[in-house]
């Protein structure tokens, strides 16, 4: 249950904004995405909060590297960060607190730890002593010698204990800093998420998100902090991490080379970042949340695949609820009440499925299950169909296109408003080339397409194709077909006349 009735406060933890993202960071957030879309499609009304983490050690080097300044490099990666998010289909969060914009809250939060005796201050330096707090190690379910196994770096000897943490560090020459009771400096990373979290979403909000990796000791030291300042628990009610990627049964590495970047796949995919934006979520929904994923150049086309039979299903459905001839017959009935059945199941399905645990690959499940259905029972039906099977076939893809789009977050385009026109490609607006401009002039009057978009251009020369096999024209009809195909478009001749996709 949430905290307050009919409302979800959730956090996930942002980027560290110094370099472009990889896979592994989109998982999480496309990931989170799917959490809150399902939210807000059952009727909560979610404030989902993902911070930007603008001030760290790893921004000062890379500003260093890059003979730039922190701020610079921060501005610079969350505006990178922002156009990969795009390109994922991830919604904007509700609110996205930087770091820097939250510094006195942060200062608040510690002179309240070291009044309350959590923390201390030394040389300029402010640290967390976690023996103070009888709770550390509940999230990790580690032991304090547990969490020292495999220590390699040196104990700074002005610690109570080697394992008390930093929430501010003093500034050194050409850092930026803000200034303090404890002298100039900067916050540390771990009490930066806590205070943007509780002073946006409050104590005890419902959800905290993050990679399994932040589990210890970033979430561990978020729930030391918040609960030890504010004297009351929990700081989360529930904990969500997703699992990591591997490159090929292999984790991803600097040194092994194979961090494959968002921003390396977007240059790739240049002007199909939709197919782009469809394969990654299908890749990452289609594994639970929890579970690590192995990322291969087959994982992702086998993911497109299943992207296009979806896609190709919702294109035969259109196709022939425009020319299909739809009459009042009842031998079809029993057919009909089984595959309304299994559209009325798939809501029912899909929910409970996303209720689990938000058990995206089995919801995926149920959206194959009603594609298959639904090929089923066009192809039952090759002597028509009643008016009742056309109202079954709206349905089916209403119900597809509204799982797929609302919660997945996959773009399944509607079709265009000429006669013989199919999916388009979506919100992209496409720019007509030149290939295809010189078939127009050939085959069809310039008034006729001088406003024309693109989709309009390509229906009126399969219409001209039409007209030319009804002529007997086959010359025509040819050039038209081997036109469209060298800019990616493909004809299919049905019962029902013809219809054009691209590839």
Not at 20 to 31: D, K, L, Q, T
Not at 153 to 160: F, G
Not at 309 to 330: I, P, S
């Amino acid at each position: 249950m949430p905290r307050d009735d009919g409302k979800i406060a959730m956090y996930v933890c942002g980027p560290t904004v110094y370099n472009f993202i990889h896979i592994g960071n989109a998982r999480c957030y496309v990931a989170f995405d799917a959490i809150v879309r399902y939210l807000e499609s059952t009727g909560y009304d979610v404030t989902y909060v993902r911070n930007l983490t603008d001030i760290d050690d790893k921004i000062i080097n890379r500003a260093q590297e890059e003979n730039s300044t922190s701020s610079e490099i921060a501005e610079k990666y969350a505006k990178a960060f922002h156009e990969d998010m795009e390109v994922l289909g991830c919604r904007k969060p509700d609110i996205e607190p930087k770091a820097t914009e939250e510094i006195p809250e942060m200062i608040k939060l510690i002179e309240g730890l070291i009044e309350k005796g959590f923390a201390y201050a030394v040389d300029g330096d402010v640290f967390y002593e976690i023996s103070k707090f009888t709770g550390y190690g509940k999230l990790s379910h580690r032991t304090l010698d547990e969490m020292r196994a495999g220590e390699r770096v040196e104990v700074d000897p002005r610690k109570h204990h080697p394992m008390d943490f930093a929430l501010w560090k003093n500034a050194k020459p050409g850092e930026p800093s803000w200034p303090s009771s404890w002298g100039d400096g900067r916050p540390g990373w771990h009490i930066e998420c806590s205070a943007m979290s509780l002073n946006r979403l409050g104590m005890s909000f419902d959800i905290h998100g993050g990679g399994q990796d932040l589990i210890f000791p970033h979430h561990e030291n978020e729930i030391a902090q918040a609960e030890a300042y504010t004297g009351a628990e929990p700081f989360v009610r529930y904990w969500l991490h997703n699992g990591f990627v591997t490159i090929r049964a292999e984790k991803m590495a600097k040194s092994v080379g194979n961090v494959i970047l968002i921003r390396d796949l977007r240059d790739e995919y240049k002007g199909k970042e939709i197919e782009l934006r469809n394969a990654l979520r299908m890749l990452f929904l289609s594994t639970h949340y929890r579970s690590p994923i192995d990322y291969s150049d087959e994982h992702l086309e086998e993911a497109k695949r299943k992207v296009s039979g979806l896609l190709d299903l919702l294109w035969r459905v259109d196709d022939l609820l425009e020319k299909a001839v739809f009459a009042e017959t009842e031998e079809t009935v029993e057919a009909e009440e089984v595959f309304g059945a299994k559209i009325s199941e798939a809501e029912k399905k899909f929910a409970e499925a996303m209720d689990d645990d938000f058990n995206t690959p089995a919801a995926i499940g149920v959206l194959f299950e009603l594609e298959r259905a639904t090929n089923i029972f066009i192809d039952g039906h090759k002597a028509g169909f009643s008016l009742s099977g056309k109202t079954l076939l709206e349905d089916a893809k209403k119900t597809l296109v509204k799982l797929s789009e609302d919660v997945t977050g996959f773009v399944l385009p509607g079709r265009t408003s000429s006669s013989l026109g199919v999916f388009a490609a979506g919100a992209e607006e496409v720019k007509i080339n030149e290939p295809l401009l010189q078939l127009a002039h050939e085959f069809i009057d310039a008034s006729a397409y001088d406003s024309a978009r693109e989709d309009e251009l390509i229906s009126q020369l399969v219409e001209k194709r039409e007209e030319a096999r009804k002529e007997k024209n086959f010359q025509a009809a040819d050039k038209i077909r081997a036109g469209l195909a060298e800019i990616g478009v493909t004809i299919e001749d049905t019962a029902y006349g013809a219809r054009w996709k691209r590839k």
